[in-house]
């Protein structure tokens, strides 16, 4: 998780303040959940969606990661293969 911090920052120029310190402070997994099970898209999966980096979102890093997905029940990667659609983002295959 904080890979995809890093990588917003640096490739998307997007500093996600808010992220790094849910991450600090409850952990990855904690976040991603709650970011999952959100009913709406946080302030920066919007700010990644408006720099066409949906790639670089949490969702978008459970849905296409095997090294995660077990990680999640069956709801929560639905949830997250659902926001990535409606923002037209096409999840790439599990690898």
């Not at 120029?13 to 952990?27: P, S």
């Amino acid at each position: 998780m904080f890979d995809i911090y890093r990588r917003a920052k640096s490739e998307a120029g997007y500093t996600a303040n808010i992220f790094l310190k849910m991450l600090t402070d409850n952990g990855g997994l904690a976040t991603a959940k709650t970011l999952i099970n959100a009913a709406k898209p946080s302030d920066g999966y919007t700010a990644l969606y408006e720099r066409k980096r949906i790639d670089l979102t949490v969702e978008a890093v459970v849905v296409e990661s095997l090294r995660w997905r077990d990680l999640f029940t069956a709801l929560e990667l639905a949830r997250a293969d659902r926001r990535l659609r409606d923002y037209g983002y096409t999840p790439r295959t599990p690898t």
